[in-house]
């Protein structure tokens, strides 16, 4: 669906188009059911991978751009910002007027750290507790629960191992490495997430200011929510409504966020293979010729799309530099396809595919 858009010169050749959210009221009358298609879905479906990815740096995120060719007069070419969120909240229910909705971007982290001072139970008796500390666990006697910790850490280490304080952690609650837990970390290194990131996630509390506090002070600092469940304006949630963090009991569930996928990852033991990013945008993207990431030093608020050159000081507001690019090669049937190459960081590769034809089987009634 391309909503109301806003054309912007991008230097002397291009357009950019920022996207307005719009909707359409259909009223019908003197129609049969049976003359009546509804199409439930208008943009586009971008599935990715992504090899030898590393997490982006702390403030800065990364920003994804496609050139499509659909007729914007006068230049025929448009170049559209895709971002992970625009007027929606974090489950993708629309926003109000009144809502604080920041818009959200990208960004490469860690899928499970142990220095997340807001890796915490989210509900039930235990709300507040670091999830994977001894007291947090159902038990039911202490060794039990001392058990059931070891085993959290063993995944953290599969996960996370050789990230900076991790095996500091696992010693100091287990008094054990992770090589004698068993845990042993995947041959393509730690698991990175790819998640949205929201101008405030880089605020995330560390384990250092939170391991001490209790679990009615963890639910003020991090969460959106109190004890008792009403509203918590002053959490670290509240403010940064996409802020990731990890949860090593299931992966595909995070405490908090939005997961879209991870950066390729191989592991022998457990043997296991992993990989692979959704990001669906209300862009149709009908006739997408390249696709490629950046990566800024900007605010995703301060971005000006117009600002290419990020030398002197126009680093807080620039595009920032390409990070992955790639032009359309032929695909199958209603998607376009990229193979991405990194023109500044070896080793860094990935592919992806748009789905375009989502809306073109519409159902009847």
């Not at 590393?54 to 448009?78: C, I, K, M, N, Y």
């Not at 142990?114 to 989210?122: E, W």
């Not at 800024?296 to 799309?305: H, K, Q």
């Not at 860094?348 to 519409?362: K, N, W």
Request: hydrophobic share 40%; net charge negative.
């Amino acid at each position: 669906m391309h909503g109301v858009a806003e054309g912007l010169m991008i230097g002397r050749m291009h357009t950019l188009r920022a996207l307005r959210g719009s909707s359409l009221l259909l009223l019908v009358s003197l129609l049969g059911c049976d003359q009546l298609g509804v199409k439930d879905f208008h943009g586009s479906k971008i599935l990715m991978t992504m090899s030898g990815a590393t997490p982006t740096p702390a403030g800065s995120h990364l920003e994804l751009w496609v050139r499509d060719s659909v007729d914007d007069a006068p230049t025929h070419q448009d170049i559209v910002r895709v971002l992970a969120s625009e007027g929606r909240h974090p489950d993708t229910t629309p926003c109000a007027s009144s809502d604080f909705c920041p818009r959200a971007a990208y960004k490469v982290i860690p899928a499970v750290d142990l220095d997340d001072g807001c890796m915490i139970v989210t509900d039930g008796p235990n709300r507040g507790m670091l999830l994977w500390k001894p007291e947090a666990q159902p038990g039911p006697a202490d060794t039990d629960r001392q058990l059931q910790t070891a085993a959290i850490l063993k995944r953290v280490c599969e996960l996370s191992g050789g990230l900076p304080g991790t095996g500091e952690v696992v010693m100091r609650e287990t008094g054990k490495t992770c090589a004698q837990l068993g845990g042993q970390p995947g041959v393509t290194g730690p698991l990175f997430a790819f998640v949205a990131w929201d101008d405030a996630s880089d605020g995330r509390p560390s384990l250092a200011k939170t391991e001490m506090m209790s679990p009615d002070q963890r639910l003020a600092l991090c969460s959106d929510t109190d004890i008792s469940g009403n509203p918590n304006p002053g959490g670290f949630w509240a403010k940064s409504p996409f802020a990731y963090s990890g949860n090593p009991l299931e992966l595909s569930r995070p405490v908090h966020g939005v997961l879209l996928g991870t950066v390729d990852y191989q592991a022998l033991s457990p043997p296991q293979i992993l990989g692979g990013i959704e990001i669906t945008s209300d862009w149709s993207l009908l006739d997408a010729r390249e696709m490629w990431f950046t990566q800024t030093a900007a605010t995703i608020a301060a971005l000006d799309p117009d600002r290419v050159n990020c030398a002197g000081g126009s680093a807080a507001a620039c595009r920032g530099n390409v990070l992955l690019d790639g032009a359309a090669v032929p695909g199958g049937t209603g998607t376009i396809h990229f193979e991405l190459t990194s023109p500044s960081v070896a080793g860094l590769s990935g592919s992806a595919s748009i789905q375009i034809a989502l809306d073109r089987s519409p159902e009847q009634f």
